[in-house]
């Protein structure tokens, strides 16, 4: 797999490094995306490493009022991710929580809340890096569908993340994208949400998992892993004949196994 970008004979990264924030649905059910985000990163240019010692962003104890927890998870992240020049995640959902609440959590801590900034401004959602930071113009991909992308809550409106993972799948010559009505409509996981209010989740999932069909791509994908399990999950069930990746395993051309829920990857 190679990657192209506008600067081929400098690659932008420079040696700079960039820590890998791996997320907790990655390492737990879809490794191939951390592998593929490495594969995208090392092509820019960056060095690519993954701290040992990064765990969950705490962002569950965060949408669940525990703040006390989610200042102790976030005192570990912070740690781990302080050394790298930039920090980057294949979720939107995670890199929001880091850049957009770490600070806010520290208020009354003005030690912390400065270091909380630091890792904060230099964190980055996978897409939004590669194309606003790396300036990555093109990736050169196999993968060859016509496909629909889910714009995931936390990116969309935390980070501005919409055209940046679309003009990277454009430029892959075998991908069409075919727009479904309301991708900016919550898929109905929200983390806890989906545990918290099942029959309201399911309701709205059904609802993405009717407009993915009005696109008739065959394969949906997105750059939150949370989302892409329910809505897989919805369309198995449904017996709807829709795969579905993350975005980071079509750029890297690595979407040649099985679709997300279809089997095991280990």
Request: some cysteine; glycine content about 10%; aromatic content about 8%.
């Amino acid at each position: 797999m190679k990657n192209e970008t506008s600067h081929s004979q400098h690659p932008p990264g420079g040696g700079r490094t960039v820590g890998l924030f791996v997320t907790c649905l990655v390492d737990l059910y879809r490794p191939s995306v951390g592998f593929a985000a490495v594969s995208l990163l090392e092509a820019a240019g960056f060095e690519v490493d993954v701290p040992v010692a990064q765990t969950c962003c705490g962002q569950p104890a965060f949408n669940s009022g525990d703040n006390r927890s989610t200042r102790d998870i976030a005192r570990q992240v912070i740690e781990a991710f302080e050394p790298y020049d930039f920090v980057v995640g294949a979720s939107g959902s995670c890199i929001g929580t880091i850049r957009q609440h770490y600070p806010e959590l520290f208020a009354a801590d003005e030690h912390w809340r400065q270091r909380a900034l630091g890792v904060s401004e230099k964190s980055y959602e996978l897409t939004s890096f590669l194309v606003d930071v790396a300036g990555v113009e093109s990736v050169d991909s196999g993968f060859s569908a016509e496909v629909t992308y889910h714009d995931s809550c936390s990116g969309l409106r935390e980070l501005g993340v919409k055209q940046q993972p679309r003009k990277l799948l454009s430029s892959i010559a075998g991908v069409n994208i075919r727009e479904m009505q309301h991708s900016e409509t919550c898929c109905g996981f929200g983390g806890t949400f989906s545990v918290k209010f099942p029959d309201i989740s399911t309701h709205m999932v059904d609802h993405k998992v009717d407009n993915i069909g009005d696109s008739h791509a065959p394969v949906v994908t997105g750059g939150d892993l949370g989302c892409l399990l329910n809505i897989s999950g919805r369309l198995q069930r449904l017996g709807k004949p829709v795969r579905a990746y993350h975005v980071a395993e079509i750029l890297a051309d690595m979407a040649d196994g099985p679709a997300i829920g279809e089997g095991d990857q280990s």
